[in-house]
């Protein structure tokens, strides 16, 4: 990768991926600077999650690159794929929030957030804890930090979630449609934390339906449909200004929506 | 018209209360290897090596497939021509009645296991766990609850499937049973009294399990 922009945290290099005979990705590449922040948008089925879970190899891809810092894998014929224990320690310098939340029920708030620094990063009981707690403040859920996840809001659960992740001291973060689940009137709260995030110089991908925010959030938007990057720019000139006519149709959309709304 | 006589039973108290005690020592026993047994077949099923799947899918069907009586007598008279070892009535006793229950614990606990929804195993991947610290901190924590009654359910057939091991002459409640019905002439009275005696034993565990089934189902 010769031409990679100097800084480049993570660097996604002709990535593909099939399900069976479905092919989810085809010859993705995608870069995202140190402190950089970058939307992926696009129709269900674009792939945009999938290539979300190849950053952290969740999915495993068929073929091309993944680096994110200094671990690079490479996948294709011939290769061989990464052991659990190298899968392990290379997720471990990822922090990802899912859709879905996927909080540990039979834990509460707070050792939720101690699970990841106690388990895989064999820190003392008094370290963990002071870390959680402080990372449940910096979601605004100090008070919460004994509530089981039964207990909580939609709201309050992602943001447990994100803290969770944070708990790692992750290198990037990864956000699959974090908002998707959630009443409207609690998506606030959610993009209000990784708004901070994101503020704080954190290196971050976010797969989302939220194009406000993602104009607002985000450096960089790239558009998939049917496994491929249609189109890639600058947040704000992609939103507003869309070049390619699929991104227009996509888009469109939303724009009506928005019309709709302040009208 | 027959006379019942429950008094005359009194001579063989010590013959029931020792064969009681063979029967819960053998069933703590069978219990436990069992569920190590079932634990270690489910989690050869769920392997991603095949070649361990089929060896645990082809011990569970085996063992779930035939009679226990049957396993017992084979475990007792075959397998000692066929492998060329010695084994006693209570070997092959706690080696039948093992496997057989395993192969039940074995279903329970891999279900329990799949019934636990996939994120809870990608935030664990995802935080950076490998697969065994998943299992112990993440899955089988949430998947125990759920197996713990149809574990206890299992136990309590298996503490009844301990009453077949007096074929083989092992000492346990039934056997002791039997050979008091022989001294006294009073096979009636006595398998009343067997029948009292499992019954008691077994019915305070079922109302544990019961209590336990509602405290979890609270706590969701």
């Not at chain 1, 370290?127 to 449940?136: C, I, N, S, V």
């Not at chain 1, 947040?235 to 019309?259: K, M, S, V, Y």
């Not at chain 2, 019942?4 to 063979?22: A, E, I, K, P």
């Not at chain 2, 085996?62 to 008279?77: E, H, M």
Request: aromatic share 8%; hydrophobic share 50%; glycine share 8%.
């Amino acid at each position: 990768m010769t031409d990679a922009p100097a800084g480049a945290k993570i660097e996604i290099a002709h990535l593909a991926k099939s399900f069976g005979t479905h092919a989810v990705l085809k010859d993705v590449s995608l870069t995202v600077p140190a402190g950089g922040v970058v939307a992926l948008i696009g129709p269900s089925g674009s792939g945009k999650s999938t290539l979300l879970r190849c950053i952290n190899l969740l999915v495993v891809p068929d073929a091309g690159e993944v680096r994110v810092g200094n671990d690079a894998f490479r996948f294709g014929p011939g290769t061989r794929l990464p052991g659990t224990t190298a899968l392990a320690r290379f997720r471990a310098t990822t922090g990802m929030v899912f859709q879905h939340f996927n909080l540990f029920p039979h834990l509460t708030a707070l050792q939720n957030v101690m699970e990841g620094p106690r388990t895989v990063q064999r820190l003392p009981k008094p370290e963990a804890e002071a870390r959680a707690r402080a990372l449940l403040a910096k979601v605004g859920l100090a008070d919460k930090a004994e509530q089981y996840p039964s207990r909580l809001s939609g709201g309050q659960k992602q943001r447990v979630a994100i803290a969770r992740a944070l708990a790692m001291e992750p290198a990037v973060m990864l956000f699959d449609e974090a908002t998707s689940a959630l009443d409207p009137e609690l998506v606030g709260e959610v993009l209000g934390v990784m708004r901070a995030l994101a503020a704080d110089g954190m290196t971050m991908v976010i797969v989302t339906h939220e194009i406000a925010f993602a104009r607002e959030v985000a450096d960089r938007v790239a558009f998939l449909r049917d496994g491929v990057v249609v189109e890639e720019g600058p947040a704000r000139t992609l939103i507003d200004a869309p070049r390619h006519p699929d991104t227009q149709a996509f888009l469109a959309h939303f724009h009506r929506r928005g019309e709709a709304l302040t009208s | 018209m027959y006379t019942w006589d429950f008094g005359s039973l009194w001579t063989y108290r010590w013959l029931f209360v020792q064969g009681l005690g063979v029967t819960v020592a053998f069933t703590v026993a069978i219990v436990v290897i069992g569920l190590l047994v079932g634990l270690a077949a489910a989690l050869a099923k769920l392997s991603g090596f095949a070649p361990l799947r089929w060896l645990s899918d082809a011990y569970i069907e085996v063992f779930r497939c035939t009679p226990l009586l049957v396993q017992l007598v084979w475990f007792y008279y075959a397998l000692p021509i066929l492998a060329g070892i010695e084994i006693s009535a209570v070997g092959a006793s706690v080696l039948a009645l093992s496997l057989y229950g395993g192969s039940f614990y074995a279903e329970i606990i891999r279900g329990g296991i799949v019934s636990i929804d996939r994120g809870q195993g990608e935030a664990a991947a995802a935080l950076g766990m490998t697969p065994a610290q998943s299992l112990r901190r993440i899955i089988l924590p949430q998947a125990l609850k759920r197996m713990v009654p149809p574990l206890m359910n299992q136990s309590i057939i298996q503490f009844k499937n301990t009453s077949l091991v007096s074929v083989l002459a092992v000492p346990d409640l039934l056997y002791q049973g039997q050979v008091a019905a022989h001294d006294s002439y009073r096979p009636l009275e006595i398998y009343t009294l067997v029948a009292v005696l499992y019954f008691a034993a077994l019915y305070p565990l079922t109302w544990i399990v019961r209590r336990g089934e509602k405290r979890l189902a609270t706590s969701d």
